[in-house]
């Protein structure tokens, strides 16, 4: 009886309340997903996030006021810093700037060269994008085609500049160099293999059933909230809005082009993937067509004059002997070649107060040294009158735009880079709230942050 009353004691207490908590969890930035660059606080129940903070500025390097103290024409290696996939969009935005507020007029051959080279770029961030994104969702086969197509493109780029990543090849007024003998035919080859892996590619993963289910339905965002945030590019043109630079406000000829801009319909990692297929496919369509229209001009006219060694020259010089000098040039090796003369109508703006001379003229007569002097030296570079401008350019990531602010010195007074993927990062909370934790990989993948441009 005694028994009975005890168990009946038990059976009517109360059972004591369970204590539940959120986990945090550390997500980077030493993870392999976050590239070193991000911190990932998530607050997780059981497996699904229901907060997150999201921590940047570890690769802060001080881009706005490096360029504030170097001259115009020292920024171009800092621009190479930003989105170091695409360096060639960023050389040639800053020189956009700078030539807006000039009033320079660039020739139509270096509309033409910019082009394919910002569509090379372009597609080259796809590429790794999309190779990066697959490879850490276990599709590391993706990565090795992608990255084989990359290593095309990058080819091409290290023979027009010379270099694969940190390129510098912009120049304000126009571009380092001209296109070397032999490129149309081999961009063309190499455009033609890059689709080839771009099919392979799209029958490996748009109906792989893993990858669509990791995708599809992760990382939503609508329109509304990514016009909110400032977002554009193909994060941007996932939800359904078709804003791009090249076709809202045209630059370097974009508008004699025929292309189409790739949109989605519910803004997810899904969608973000199918917009950077699709807009490789239409880069290529670009390329094909400005080397269709590449204008001649008179780059395959020889000056004027025998070709002699630099040396030479100035021993004649030395001894007072310049009779004809001046309609000489100067034999260089390849080296110090650059820019040369017989290519400049092509692909520079004529101007002496913006283009640095040939090396065959600076080597062979005094006014050009003067010149290159004057543009090289402290306080009698390239000086665009006071004023202020914001040209933007549609990036791998979305806008890409330079604000500049000039007080007419050979330097900038005010630089403010816009970088396309800092609203995205600002929105990624927004992303992440409501998925599960292993949906972190695919959307944060799918933002291709490229810390460079991000913290600056």
């Known amino acids: 009886m005694a028994n009975e009353v005890q168990d009946q004691a038990v059976r009517e207490e109360p059972a004591p309340e369970l204590e539940t908590r959120n986990m945090l969890l550390n997500v980077g ?108 969702l276990g599709a590391f086969s993706v990565f090795l085609y992608m990255i084989k197509a990359r290593e095309w493109i990058w080819e091409l780029v290290e023979q027009v500049t010379g270099a694969r990543l940190t390129i510098s090849y912009a120049r304000i007024g126009g571009v380092k160099a001209d296109l070397p003998p032999g490129f149309d035919e081999q961009c ?134 310049t009779q004809g000098l001046l309609q000489n040039e100067a034999l260089l090796e390849p080296t110090l070649e650059g820019s040369s003369q017989r290519h400049r109508a092509g692909i520079a703006a004529e101007t002496t107060q913006a283009w640095i001379p040939p090396k065959e003229q600076v080597y062979s007569n005094i006014e050009a040294l003067m010149n290159h002097f004057k543009i090289i030296m402290q306080g009698h570079g390239i000086r665009p009158p006071k004023g202020e401008v914001y040209v933007p350019v549609e990036g791998a990531n979305g806008e890409l735009g330079f604000y500049i602010v000039s007080d007419g010195t050979d330097h900038a007074q005010r630089v403010r880079c816009h970088p396309p993927c800092f609203p995205i990062m600002g929105a990624l909370d927004k992303l992440l709230v409501g998925d599960q934790v292993a949906d972190i990989i695919p959307t944060f993948g799918s933002v291709n942050m490229i810390a460079g441009e991000l913290d600056r």
Not at 71 to 99: H, K, M, W
């Open 188 to 321: 063309r080859h190499i455009l033609k293999k890059t689709s080839e892996v771009i099919e392979e590619i799209d029958q490996l993963l748009s109906r792989n059933r893993i990858f669509y289910d990791r995708m599809k339905g992760t990382g939503l965002m609508d329109s509304r909230m990514a016009i909110d945030y400032g977002i554009t590019g193909p994060f941007l043109r996932s939800t359904g809005v078709g804003y791009d630079v090249r076709k809202a406000s045209p630059y370097f000829g974009y508008e004699k082009y025929d292309f189409e801009v790739p949109v989605g319909t519910v803004g997810d990692n899904y969608d973000r993937y199918l917009v950077r297929m699709e807009e490789m496919r239409q880069s290529i369509r670009i390329v094909e067509q400005a080397l269709d229209q590449m204008p001649e001009g008179p780059t395959n006219v020889d000056p004027d004059g025998n070709a002699i060694s630099p040396e030479l020259m100035a021993d004649l010089g030395k001894f007072g002997r």
């Open 29 to 136: 930035p030493s993870h392999p997903a976050m590239h070193g660059v991000i911190q990932i606080k998530a607050e997780l129940d059981g497996e699904m996030i229901r907060g997150c903070d999201v921590e940047i500025g570890y690769l802060h390097r001080g881009f706005e006021k490096e360029c504030e103290v170097g001259t115009y024409t020292q920024c171009f290696p800092y621009t190479d810093r930003l989105n170091y996939v695409s360096p060639l969009i960023n050389n040639f935005a800053f020189a956009i700037g700078v030539e807006t507020l000039m009033g320079l007029e660039i020739p139509e051959r270096c509309q033409s060269i910019r082009v394919v080279m910002s569509e090379l770029s372009r597609i080259s961030d796809h590429l790794t994008c999309v190779g990066a994104s697959a490879m850490e």
